[in-house]
């Protein structure tokens, strides 16, 4: 399981459900296994994309969760944080 804080780090609850600080580049851990995790802070403007799937979903699949951060700390998920998105995308997605 990840959550994301008010300050838009992205973290991991360990086994003990203790929040833990994760690299964007480090797979998520999951129960029964990993997500794949992309981070894209260079598309938009004062926005950063996090988005995550299975390893080895294509980007183009409709199988991602996305959430953006803005630069003012404020979060949102596109499509209610289902993993129904497609990474590809991530710029022209309703967010909530």
Known sequence: M???FPAGTLHSLDA????????????????GGT????????TTTNSTYYGQAIPGTLTS?????????????SIYY??????????DNRSTLVYA
């Open 16 to 31: 003990n459900g203790v929040p833990q600080p994760v690299s964007p580049t480090d797979p998520m851990p999951t129960i």
């Open 78 to 87: 596109a499509g209610a944080g289902a993993f129904n998105q497609v990474w």
């Open 2 to 4: 990840s959550i994301f």
């Open 61 to 73: 699949a409709a199988s991602w969760q996305i959430t953006r951060v803005d630069s003012d700390g």
């Open 35 to 42: 997500f794949k995790l992309l981070k894209d802070d260079t």
